[in-house]
């Protein structure tokens, strides 16, 4: 990207997205302020979007002093059964909704209306970051949407004031979320809290990124509560008229009286008050907790029994994959550990198989949730059902199980068997507006339990399913404003177990079937959650929360209970939404993919500085993605341009670029050998369609592609004037068609230096042919390899290795096809600025690109490790040192032309430096120093960003 247009564009903090639904039949819901553009099956949930947004607008105009001058498109689509949203504010106003249902356990699972509030949620961050003011409108004026100061702030204010409005506008969300309460609660108690500088930019500590969520919510909402919502609004538009951003603390200060390092300082201490305030309830009755469960992961969840005592869990480590893990009746010694994209599950009755959900790629596009079946045993995986969207699975002792479907928004329970291949009947269709979570069934398979969402006070009630004949009876167990999780049933089929947040903090509670009485098991103040009893009826494990994520407790059955709590008011939202209809028509792609805004380029073709200006443009549902740059050279004197436009209508996407640009390109004159630089004017057209084949534990795909280059320029002449006149390359056109396919299951993680697991494979195959156009006829092929084997002795050290190879065959002109060499000192501002990286296939300790070729192979190893942790910042300001790693290399390799030579060899090390700059831009900054050992070697000093494998 070019420096300018960076800049101006790094300012949407947008997010890049796929495009949604492919092979769908759109349509859009045209209202005065909005386009709510949808897919079949979901058109009652797009109806109450569509209403949702247009009243939601009005509220938020009300409380930030904006509304968008052009309408807003609302993307509504069903493709992942995960519910969330993002929203897009370059160059147009785009929000996505996805109408998956939250789960119970997630920080969205507090809500009445999920749908209303991810709408609020989004069309806040539209609102918000659309403020712009003063000389940024200005500029807006003349460019086109291009410059929001709103969206360079720390993303606590981003999210924080769009939490504030969910919780603020309807009756549940984040602020208002009693499990959200339980993760601050948390990490204030243990002294977690972060620091301004850390929660400014990111934390890899437990709960990472959401810090972002659910402090910024509750920080924003002590703003709004100490200084009134005027504050909020002029800090929005106060920094919307912001000419030069990040001055967030002046802007504070001029519009509430404070800096936020001085507001955060006094909500710490709130916070810190909140929770002592628990601790001493707590204290008062008597802490009641049970032991911990040693050897357990610190992020261990969703515990299930088998009969005989063996226990599975599900880890999810920050430095290592997601797991499903099988214990001995021990509770330690591990029996099966499998890698796992969901886990959730139960046994069968005899306990040689467990049924979990997998979360997988369905027809290349879809993220849906289905069963597989896992043998306890061997570990071996069969999958049950393909495409049925199920999740959350309990088998009953004849072997049927009973699972929550979910379509459009929508819940139901339905079952099946474990073996066979029937499809899904559904057990019970719920209301309008109901959901279901966690089904269970009872020891006798007569019954199932599960936590269902009934009311609008966005509670979650305990529900009873019973056969009767051919059919099933409902009971309500529990009814109440407070939310009802996890229930799981006594081995004796007597008391149902389920954590509730009634009193504020989520507890253990068990209800006698018989009586209908309900009694507090646990008093802990970092809640209690997902129970599950132990055969032996004496006893119950349960998740609790510590500063490091979750762990397992054990607790005696025959525990005292403890006094019922008191419920907690869930302060219902009573507004009235619009009962409105709306136009409804075929969906148009024109509106949103004319380009809405022009970018000043400055760049550089290969000779020089370039001027230019950079359109594109997308249509709502990005189904259609367009770019066009176009840019005169100062050096070279000549025009140039690129276009791109890739088509997502189908799950195999369809690309068409073409460019025209001047370069210095080496050429070899024919008499002496010697290489020199010619202009050339390179003029590259094609077509590309790429077919993804990836599940959930790898990435797989095959491209093909056809393009076509001319090469056009000045001759070349010998300095020797008494010798022949040199044979010059001369004019080319090049055509080729070609192949690549790539595999990976590479895995990083959070708190990893770099990738540290798994391996990744890629072939190329490309010829060049006169059948296809071509002047040449030569057929060349690459291909590597790169693997990671974590050191088992000391975390986060890591073995890293790459082989790549390639070689061209046929009438190459004399064109070398393949270069290698060392690293130059960059001026890593300017490549930050023009997002200018450097690629992994180096040969360092070697002057730059001095190794050419009709073939080459490289071979790298390199050994990894963390060394010290700076995470510093100041306060508010835009730049934070995250850490300090190092490697320490050997590369090997050659490119030549006819006879292989033994490898040229380069030693060395490098430091590295993780940091981020504007809130959320991250960079690895590389020092390093090689040796070449071999002829032509150099002390090779460097200093670069990124291309690290």
Request: contains cysteine.
């Amino acid at each position: 990207m070019t420096r300018l247009a960076f800049v101006l564009a790094a300012l949407a903090l947008c997010t890049t997205a796929n495009a949604a639904a492919p092979r769908r039949t759109w349509r859009t819901i045209v209202t005065p302020r909005c386009r709510v553009h949808y897919h079949e099956g979901t058109e009652a949930l797009a109806a109450r979007v569509s209403r949702t947004a247009e009243q939601g607008i009005t509220e938020l105009n009300a409380l930030l002093g904006h509304h968008p001058n052009v309408p807003i498109h609302l993307v509504l689509t069903d493709e992942t059964d995960d519910a969330n949203g993002f929203a897009e504010t370059l160059p147009q106003n785009v929000v996505t909704i996805f109408a998956g249902v939250p789960r119970a356990h997630e920080t969205l699972g507090d809500y009445d209306d999920f749908m209303e509030l991810l709408v609020l949620h989004e069309l806040t961050h539209i609102v918000h970051i659309d403020t712009v003011l003063g000389l940024p409108s200005w500029v807006n004026a003349v460019l086109g949407k291009t410059f929001v100061p709103n969206a360079v702030q720390p993303r606590w204010f981003i999210e924080g004031i769009a939490v504030y409005v969910e919780s603020r506008l309807t009756s549940g969300g984040r602020n208002k979320s009693t499990y959200v309460d339980t993760l601050v609660r948390t990490q204030v108690l243990a002294d977690g809290f972060p620091d301004l500088d850390r929660f400014t930019h990111f934390t890899r500590t437990f709960p990472g990124s959401s810090y972002s969520w659910f402090l910024g919510g509750r920080f924003v909402e002590f703003i709004a509560q100490r200084h009134g919502e005027d504050g909020l609004r002029e800090i929005s538009r106060g920094y919307g008229a912001r000419p030069i951003p990040y001055a967030i603390n002046l802007v504070a200060k001029r519009a509430t009286g404070e800096t936020f390092v001085e507001l955060y300082d006094l909500w710490r201490a709130h916070e810190v008050e909140r929770a002592q305030a628990v601790v001493a309830r707590v204290e008062a009755e008597g802490w009641v907790a049970g032991a911990p469960i040693e050897n357990a992961s610190p992020l261990v969840e969703y515990p299930r029994f088998a009969r005989d005592g063996r226990l599975a869990v599900v880890v999810s480590p920050r430095h290592d994959d997601r797991d499903l893990v099988v214990l001995a009746d021990d509770l330690s010694t591990e029996r099966l550990r499998l890698r796992t994209s969901d886990g959730r599950g139960a046994f069968t009755a005899d306990g040689e198989r467990y049924v979990a959900t997998i979360r997988d790629t369905v027809d290349q596009v879809y993220s849906h949730r289905d069963l597989e079946i896992i043998d306890v045993a061997t570990g071996l995986r069969i999958r049950r059902t393909f495409g049925w969207r199920l999740q959350e699975p309990d088998v009953a002792p004849d072997g049927t199980i009973v699972a929550v479907a979910q379509e459009a928004g929508e819940t139901r329970l339905v079952t099946l068997s474990v073996d066979g291949d029937d499809d899904p009947v559904t057990l019970e269709v719920l209301a309008p507006g109901e959901q279901v979570y966690d089904p269970r069934w009872s020891p006798d398979g007569t019954s199932v339990v599960a936590s269902v969402r009934t009311g609008h006070d966005g509670g979650r009630d305990l529900v009873l399913f019973t056969r009767r004949g051919s059919g099933w009876s409902r009971r309500a167990l529990t009814d109440g404003p407070t939310r009802d999780l996890s229930p799981c049933w006594s081995w004796d089929g007597r008391r149902i177990f389920f954590a509730s947040d009634r009193g504020g903090v989520f507890q253990i509670h068990a209800i006698d079937l018989a009586t209908g009485q309900s009694a507090r098991l646990t008093n802990v103040v970092s809640g209690a959650f997902t129970p599950a009893v132990h055969p032996d009826g004496e006893r119950l494990i349960y998740v609790h929360g510590v500063a490091t994520g979750w762990e397992l407790r054990s607790l005696p059955i025959a525990t005292p209970p403890r006094p019922r709590l008191e419920d907690i008011p869930r302060f219902a939202v009573t507004a009235t939404v619009s009962p409105a209809v709306y136009p409804d028509v075929a969906y148009d792609p024109w509106e949103a993919l004319l380009p809405k805004a022009w970018l000043p380029a400055i760049a550089q073709d290969g000779v020089g500085e370039t001027l230019g200006l950079v359109l594109s443009g997308s249509d709502a549902i990005r189904q259609h993605l367009w770019s066009l740059t176009l840019r005169y050279g100062l050096t070279s004197e000549r025009l140039g341009f690129d276009f791109n436009y890739s088509n997502r209508q189908t799950p195999y996407p369809i690309s068409i670029s073409s460019s025209l640009t001047t370069t210095n390109r080496p050429g070899r004159l024919a008499p002496d050998a010697s290489f020199e630089d010619r202009l050339e004017t390179i003029f590259r057209a094609g077509v590309s369609v790429s077919f993804p084949l990836g599940y959930w534990d790898s990435g797989h795909a095959v491209s093909l592609a056809y393009g076509v280059e001319t090469r056009r320029g000045l001759t070349l002449f010998s300095d020797d004037p008494f010798a022949p006149a040199p044979r010059t390359l001369g004019d080319l056109t090049l055509a080729s068609v070609g192949a690549t396919w790539s595999f990976s299951n590479v895995r990083g993680f959070s708190e990893s230096v770099s990738s540290v697991n798994g391996n990744a494979l890629s072939l190329s195959l490309r010829m060049h042919s006169p059948t296809l156009g071509s002047d040449l006829r030569v057929f060349d092929v690459i291909g590597a390899w790169t693997g990671y084997l974590p050191m088992p002795w000391i975390r986060h050290h890591v073995l890293a290795a790459r082989v790549s190879m390639g070689a061209s065959a046929g009438d190459t002109a004399g064109r070398a096809f393949f270069v290698l060499g060392g690293l130059p000192v960059r001026n890593v501002v300017t490549d930050a600025l023009e997002g200018v990286g450097f690629g992994v296939d180096i040969l360092r300790g070697y002057d730059r690109s001095i190794f050419r070729g009709s073939a080459y192979y490289l071979g790298t190893l390199a050994y990894r490790l963390p060394l010290t942790s700076l995470t510093a910042g100041w306060f508010t300001l835009p730049l934070y040192f995250d850490r300090i790693h190092a490697e320490v290399f050997v590369d090997l390799g050659d490119a030549f032309d006819d006879d292989l030579a033994p490898p040229k060899v380069g030693v060395g090390a490098e430091l590295r430096l993780d940091l981020a700059v504007a809130y959320v831009q991250p960079y690895t900054l590389r020092l390093g120093f090689g040796r070449g050992l071999s002829e032509g070697g150099i002390d090779n000093v460097y200093l670069v960003l990124g291309g690290i494998f």
